[in-house]
């Protein structure tokens, strides 16, 4: 049998009738026992590594407990929202996620960064026609009608006339074609339009590029589903007008879906071109001009029956203070976010080793497309064009 050596630290150990060897000896202490039965030794000063923390007792603080991770923390872990100093912020009750989401839709708007398309910025064939051209075919016709008229009046001869009402109506049946069928014109013309590489392109060049979408210092986040990260966002609330129901707007029509609201952001974002690789900075931000073609899809219709079936566009028209009544609605989305793949128009410009993409001085026309009888239009700003923004098959960054 071994015997146990016990450590000495400065005091007098008495034995009484011990024998050599054995491992267990008889201590007599004036203090506390440990739960060994042994002597708790007080040691003023540095700790002896020959002690163990169970038979000594220090004079001074204690150094701080190793957690069973091994690291040196300052207090517990929480799982819960932090203030501003890094402490657990305190709540008196549930957090109201109505009043979170009115918080960042008011920072959103106030944020000097984003750009806030209104609805006159959407796309239309007599916004974007050449007004120069218009107003010159309408004096033109002003014109022909009074000389017709008076021709008419003095010799009796109706050839004029017929001649400018028939020109007038294939005047007017292009214009309707050209209505119903100009953003898809405008679409295809872009689609056509050849790709540029960011590499071999010039300061000042007005250039298409394909690429993937990255995210600037202020990502968007779509206002109805709540889709992160993003570059553009549109939420739009369209209504159905019957014979007995109210306008969503002065030129809604009866037995049509009109736009009561709509609500479109846009910031700046980095674009990878497929062909070179390269990335270029697109300033759409901070008020820039931007001409958007990105698809909707509709998220939710809502009609009598189940208008009380979705709490959460209940909210969204609460925050917005548009009363739903009895009516019939359709939401619909569409954004731009972080890997989706997208078409940009606009003008590089080299600053020292920043590469940018910012929008025209003029508008950009068209040009006519006669294999669609399509008349000339003109682009204003940045194009921005996404096939399709619902797709969640994107690349990630």
Excluded at 71 to 97: A, E, Y
Excluded at 127 to 148: Q, Y
Excluded at 270 to 285: E, H, M, N
Aim: glycine share 8%.
């Amino acid at each position: 049998m071994s015997s146990t050596a016990v450590p000495y630290t400065g005091g007098d150990i008495k034995k009484s009738g011990g024998v050599p060897g054995s491992a267990s000896m008889k201590k007599t202490s004036s203090g506390p026992l440990n739960k060994h039965g042994e002597p708790i030794r007080k040691v003023s000063g540095p700790q002896g590594q020959g002690l163990t923390s169970g038979s000594r007792q220090n004079s001074g603080p204690l150094p701080p407990v190793l957690p069973a991770t091994g690291l040196l923390t300052s207090g517990p872990v929480l799982s819960g929202p932090l203030n501003s100093s890094g402490g657990p912020r305190k709540s008196s009750g549930p957090l109201d996620s109505s009043a979170s989401i009115k918080s960042r839709t008011t920072s959103m708007v106030k944020n000097q960064a984003v750009t806030h398309l209104s609805q006159d910025g959407s796309h239309s064939f007599f916004r974007n026609f050449p007004k120069i051209v218009f107003w010159s075919m309408v004096l033109l016709f002003v014109m022909g009608f009074i000389s017709a008229i008076f021709i008419l009046a003095a010799v009796g001869n109706p050839i004029l006339l017929i001649v400018v009402v028939v020109l007038f109506g294939i005047v007017s049946l292009a214009f309707a074609w050209n209505v119903y069928w100009s953003r898809r014109a405008v679409i295809k013309f872009i689609s056509e339009y050849p790709d540029a590489e960011l590499r071999t392109a010039k300061d000042g060049q007005f250039v298409k590029v394909s690429g993937v979408v990255t995210c600037g210092n202020v990502p968007l986040e779509s206002s109805f589903q709540r889709v992160p990260r993003c570059v553009y966002t549109s939420t739009s609330l369209y209504e159905y007008r019957g014979w007995d129901s109210k306008p969503a707007n002065p030129t809604h029509q009866r037995f049509t879906w009109g736009l009561r609201s709509m609500e479109r952001h846009v910031v700046d974002f980095y674009i990878s071109d497929f062909q070179s690789g390269l990335r270029a900075l697109v300033k759409t931000g901070y008020g820039a001009r931007v001409t958007p073609y990105v698809e909707e899809s509709a998220v939710i219709d809502i009609n009598p029956s189940n208008k009380d079936a979705s709490p959460q566009f209940t909210r969204w028209l609460a925050d917005r203070n548009l009363s739903s009544d009895d009516r019939m609605m359709r939401l619909k989305e569409g954004y731009i976010k972080e890997g989706s793949s997208v078409s940009v128009m606009g003008v590089v410009q080299r600053n020292d080793n920043v590469l940018m993409i910012v929008p025209p001085p003029e508008p950009v026309p068209t040009g006519c497309q006669w294999t669609t009888c399509m008349l000339p239009a003109s682009l204003d700003g940045i194009i921005l064009r996404c096939d399709d923004s619902s797709n969640p098959d994107v690349i990630p960054v």
